[in-house]
């Protein structure tokens, strides 16, 4: 179905690489206007020409959202642009590196508190006036890792479960101002993080993701985005305080599944959506934040 967000503003953040270019090139086929929000290094603005380029409407914003200043300025420039704001999707977030508690680097752990948490808060707290007067909602990124915990980086695991938390209480205390509050939790999807090529995870644990996998594969960008599209719009009305698990049945799984699937159920589907970005996204600490995440 077209049109689902038709008439629809909604902000990305972390837009410009991985899940969150597919929810911003979802969003804009399905009628959204949508500001696509990253890093200055990130994609954004290739994101937002490729959007044009098809027929929709973008504009980028760039800066670190974790920073009070920069997630106000990012609200304001949707509201100026487009007239309103309906649509707050909290997709920002880092997975920076693996190890067990007793060696994880304090630097990595701070920067992951900075980009899933800090950046989560300030943007749902700079954006709630906003989406008061629209009646609109917010999606946050989750994970099955925060229902669930992850070795080898348990602080990933919980900084996600704040978030699942955060919106729990969001979509309770703002019920009354008519504003919605969700969380999608990918599992294992085919982005930059879950490849030992481009992510800090070791050939063990990319085979131990996948093998831990019902389904028996990862995840593509667009299957994760087609579930935000439906939160977001207005068919999820009544859908508040959820957490929608995208993870191929990983929070269900009791041992390594996914070696039971036959190959041809191995393959992942091809989707519409012209993705070009999902191996752009960050994992490791950005140079410019080293050594002061918080």
């Known amino acids: 179905m077209q049109g689902r967000l038709e008439g629809k503003v909604a902000i990305v953040t972390g837009g410009g690489a991985g899940i969150g270019e597919a929810i911003c090139k979802k969003f804009a086929r399905e009628g959204?206007?949508?500001?696509?929000?990253?890093?200055?290094?990130d994609p954004v603005r290739a994101v937002v020409d490729e959007i044009t380029a098809a027929g929709g409407r973008a504009v980028a914003f760039t800066g670190d959202v974790s920073h009070q200043q920069t997630a106000?300025?990012?609200?304001?420039?949707?509201?100026?642009?487009?007239?309103?704001l309906d649509i707050l999707i909290n997709n920002a977030g880092v997975f920076p590196t693996t190890s067990t508690i007793d060696t994880y680097p304090v630097e990595a752990f701070e920067y992951l508190i900075k980009n899933n948490v800090y950046s989560t808060f300030m943007m749902t707290r700079a954006a709630m006036p906003h989406l008061q007067k629209t009646r609109g909602n917010v999606v946050s990124a989750g994970s099955e890792s925060g229902e669930i915990g992850l070795a080898q980086n348990s602080p990933y695991g919980a900084s996600k479960g704040w978030v699942h938390a955060f919106m729990r209480g969001v979509a309770v205390e703002q019920a009354r101002n008519g504003v919605r509050a969700n969380c999608v939790c990918p599992g294992p999807i085919d982005t930059a993080w879950t490849h030992k090529e481009t992510g800090p995870m070791t050939a063990k644990m990319e085979k131990g993701l996948v093998a831990g996998t019902p389904m028996g594969r990862r995840g593509t960008t667009e299957e994760?985005?087609?579930?935000?599209?439906?939160?977001?719009s207005d068919e999820a009305s009544y859908v508040t305080g959820a957490l929608y698990f995208v993870d191929g049945g990983t929070t269900v799984s009791k041992g390594p599944d996914g070696d039971e699937v036959p190959s041809e159920l191995?393959?992942?589907?091809?989707?519409?959506?012209?993705?070009?970005?999902?191996?752009?996204?960050?994992?490791?600490?950005?140079?410019?934040?080293?050594?002061?995440m918080v």
Not at 72 to 84: I, N, P, T
Not at 224 to 232: G, L, M, P, R, S
Not at 270 to 277: D, K, R, S
Request: glycine residues 8%.
């Open 32 to 41: 959204a206007a949508v500001v696509v929000a990253g890093f200055v290094e």
């Open 72 to 84: 106000e300025a990012c609200v304001k420039l949707a509201v100026e642009q487009f007239g309103k």
């Open 224 to 232: 994760v985005a087609n579930v935000y599209a439906f939160i977001a």
């Open 266 to 292: 191995k393959q992942e589907p091809e989707g519409q959506l012209a993705v070009e970005h999902s191996k752009d996204g960050h994992t490791k600490i950005r140079e410019a934040d080293a050594g002061h």
